[in-house]
């Protein structure tokens, strides 16, 4: 939060305070650009089949289907010379399964397969193609299982950030002694709040009244300001912590020293 002393008088005191946006936006997009890549790239199914089911057909095809677009190759089994894996680069963890035919090699991209996998699968083509006598070879991989959830929940947590920032975009704090009261404004993209308490019943104005509410995540720590009321209840400043702990200690003081807390 960014603090700003709009108006100070003996018996008045107006405060602004802004949302550091930048971390919000920033997660926020790249949650949002991290699923949709996610989803667009690994989110696909592939599928390669030979057959020897009729001596005019023998043929082997390649289909990748993603949201995006779909792909299909086919090659005369007699054009195909076998399987392997692609030493001179990577994919991922291990190396990349490429069918060999006779124009040239082309990667089967399985996302899921790890080192173990792939060599198995090069296996059971090799096996295959010798093998004349097996009528029908299938390998099949369906990534949406996984990528659609993840990336969806990606996208669903950068949108959260997001309309967070919109939804609390400025704070206007108002304390009244004229009219013993205290006035939270809450001004959004899609809404505004405003809060009202006499500034009597802020915990009688003792040390107690403005304190700093902490709260502990995974990784990090955000907090907010919360107004005690003698009726055992609290008023929250922002609608969320949304406060580093130095604009929390800021924004406490500037309170507390109009306040004449003790």
Avoid at 58 to 81: A, G, H, P
Avoid at 245 to 253: F, G, L, M, R, Y
Wanted: glycine share 4%; proline share 3%; aromatic share 8%.
């Amino acid at each position: 939060m960014r603090l700003k002393i709009l108006e100070q008088t003996p018996t008045l005191l107006k405060l602004q305070l802004k949302p550091a946006a930048i971390l919000y936006w920033l997660f926020g997009g790249l949650f949002v650009a991290g699923g949709v890549l996610l989803i667009t790239t690994l989110a696909k199914t592939t599928t390669f089949t030979c057959n020897r089911l009729e001596s005019t057909q023998q043929s082997c095809q390649l289909i990748t289907k993603s949201i995006l677009k779909s792909q299909v190759k086919t090659w005369n089994l007699k054009e195909v010379i076998g399987a392997k894996l692609d030493t001179s680069t990577t994919a991922g963890n291990s190396y990349p399964l490429v069918l060999v035919t006779r124009d040239g090699s082309i990667p089967i991209d399985l996302v899921n397969a790890d080192s173990t996998h792939k060599e198995s699968k090069t296996r059971q083509i090799n096996a295959f193609l010798k093998n004349s006598q097996e009528p029908k070879l299938t390998i099949y991989e369906d990534t949406r299982f996984w990528t659609y959830p993840l990336g969806l929940f990606l996208i669903a947590s950068g949108a959260v950030c997001i309309i967070y920032m919109l939804m609390n975009n400025i704070i206007i704090c108002i304390f009244d002694k004229t009219l013993d009261k205290a006035t939270i404004k809450r001004e959004g993209w899609f809404a505004k709040e405003v809060v009202e308490a006499k500034l009597s019943e802020i915990s009688g104005l003792n040390i107690d009244a403005v304190a700093i509410d902490t709260v502990t995540g995974t990784s990090s720590t955000s907090y907010n300001i919360v107004f005690n009321l003698v009726s055992d209840k609290n008023i929250y400043l922002a609608a969320g912590p949304m406060f580093t702990a130095k604009s929390a200690e800021q924004t406490v003081d500037a309170i507390a020293s109009f306040l004449k807390l003790d």
